[in-house]
């Protein structure tokens, strides 16, 4: 853990009374140019926000939402926190470790996913973790068991707290309003250039709606270019609405009124690259993980594969900066102490 206290806390000391937090990340991560993929797609110049760097044990984009969830969960007294996602939920086995790390337990739901990538070793991660798993043949299963579950553990007197899949609530977006900040941060000290577009993959909203409150607040006028990589009930214009205003209305009661004021950075949403499934390689997205592979980056074809497929698809055409925003985690499963 890097720091004592996020940039929005800095920027906004009255937050601090209202919005609980725990330091979970090593934060910043790095920004860093693409000069082969920059090269090979002129005259665009393309950077990458590397977040698979954001933790010691487990890195991702997760990370940063579990530090406004899990403080929350502790602010309110809880013994441990429930999730659910697909097997091989990079989102659940960081809630499982880093729930461990400050001293809760944790449950997970999960629903079976066809030929997932390192289920089989996501679940021997849980089993050690002494997280107890419920599996579901789909996600509306998944989410009903997951809602009934915290039900009975309240109402028997438990402590639980509900972290939604993905991290996707306004609580959750608040991550990448701090994102939005370090990365701003970076630029004035001239880490990389102020992007003309930022690319990101899109799965369940939270770190998107985080980037359309927090790049105005930021001083960055970047277009948001979200690569859908679920179903449109996860990942939607009405989804993203839903968590922005959320997101800025928790920090207006946090005193951070300039957050419901500012207008939010622009959205496209970019359909087209998933098509075949969750979780299902397409050629495009693994061309894409290659030309990474390259670069010394690790990506997968679900998430990365497509956000990147999709930039090189439109870049080639656009010149200015472009950011790509890595939100895998860590390449192998931490070891449980």
């Known amino acids: 853990m890097s720091r004592e206290r996020p940039i929005l806390f800095r920027r906004f000391p009255q937050a ?15 920004v860093q140019p693409l000069p082969d993929l920059s090269a090979r797609l002129a005259p665009a110049s393309l950077f990458i926000k590397r977040d698979d760097c954001s933790a010691r044990r ?30 091989a939920s990079h989102h659940v086995l960081a809630t499982a470790l880093f729930a461990r790390e400050v001293g809760l337990g944790a449950e997970a739901v999960l629903w079976e996913r066809p030929s997932a990538p390192g289920g089989p070793e996501a679940l021997r991660l849980l089993a050690r973790l002494g997280v107890p798993v419920r599996r579901c043949a789909g996600p509306v299963g998944a989410l009903l068991t997951l809602i009934g579950r915290w039900v009975a553990l309240r109402a028997r007197g438990q402590r639980a707290y509900l972290v939604p ?42 770190s998107t709606a985080g980037l359309l409150v927090g790049l105005p ?10 690569v859908c990589v679920t179903p449109p009930i996860a990942c939607s214009h009405s989804r993203l609405r839903h968590l922005v205003a959320g997101a800025r209305r928790l920090l207006a009661q946090a005193g951070v009124p300039s957050a419901s004021e500012a ?30 592979a390259a670069a010394g ?17 439109h870049a080639a055409a656009e010149a200015g900066v472009h950011l790509f925003w890595h939100t895998l985690p860590a390449a192998s499963l931490p070891p449980v102490d």
């Open 297 to 313: 980056i690790v990506g997968e074809t679900t998430y990365t594969g497509r956000a990147v497929a999709a930039l090189v698809n």
């Open 58 to 87: 487990y890195g991702g984009n997760k990370v940063r939402a579990l530090e406004f969830l899990l403080g929350q969960a502790l602010a309110v007294g809880a013994e441990r926190v429930i999730t659910a996602g697909a097997l």
């Open 165 to 206: 899949p993905g991290g996707a609530s306004a609580r959750g977006a608040l991550g990448f309003v701090e994102a939005a900040l370090e990365l701003g941060e970076q630029i004035a000290a001239g880490a990389a250039p102020a992007p003309a577009s930022l690319w990101i993959a899109c799965g369940t909203g939270a």
């Open 16 to 30: 601090v009374e209202h919005i609980p937090w725990v330091p979970l990340g090593t934060l910043p991560t790095p």
């Open 263 to 292: 207008a939010l950075a622009p959205l496209e949403l970019l359909r087209g690259y998933a098509a075949t499934g969750y979780g299902q390689p397409r050629q495009a997205a693994s061309a894409a993980v290659a030309l990474l």
């Open 217 to 226: 607040l930021a001083g960055i006028e970047a277009r948001v270019r979200a």
